[in-house]
């Protein structure tokens, strides 16, 4: 069973910076998303910033966070990391790394889709 692991989360202060990581516990095939959700407690888990895992590796970023964010990857170790700069105190949330995609289970070509959340973790900014 693949696991996705994250760490580097905590609390800072108002402009302060945090990277957060997130690394399979195996090597996994055929992701065709890599991502970062964040979720604030009685509201719905948000996209915060997806990378493309072809070879130019365009990033996408929700509004809120372009400029001040920026996501990596590494799809050799399926690892990507989310450094996150001048933070505010609306960025306060659980942050989810997602890992999407589509493997082939047989020599018939039967394949079968995966969706891989870490397990979260906090990052709190004080004002």
């Known amino acids: 069973q693949v696991q996705l692991v994250e760490s580097g989360g905590g609390s800072v202060q108002s402009g302060g910076s945090l990277t957060l990581s997130c690394e399979a516990t195996r090597r996994i095939s055929g992701v065709n998303s890599m991502a970062w959700y964040r979720q604030i407690p009685g509201k719905e888990r948000e996209l915060v910033a997806t990378?493309?895992?072809?070879?130019?590796?365009?990033?996408n970023y929700v509004d809120s966070v372009k400029g001040r964010f920026t996501i990596y990857r590494d799809s050799i170790k399926n690892a990507m990391w989310l450094q996150m700069n001048s933070l505010k105190a609306e960025d306060t949330a659980v942050y989810y790394c997602?890992?999407?995609?589509?493997?082939?289970?047989?020599?018939?070509?039967?394949?079968?889709?995966?969706?891989?959340w870490g397990q979260g973790t906090q990052v709190t900014v004080s004002s």
């Open positions: 997602n890992m999407k995609g589509r493997v082939v289970v047989n020599v018939e070509g039967a394949a079968r889709d995966y969706d891989y």
């Open positions: 990378i493309s895992t072809t070879s130019g590796g365009s990033a």
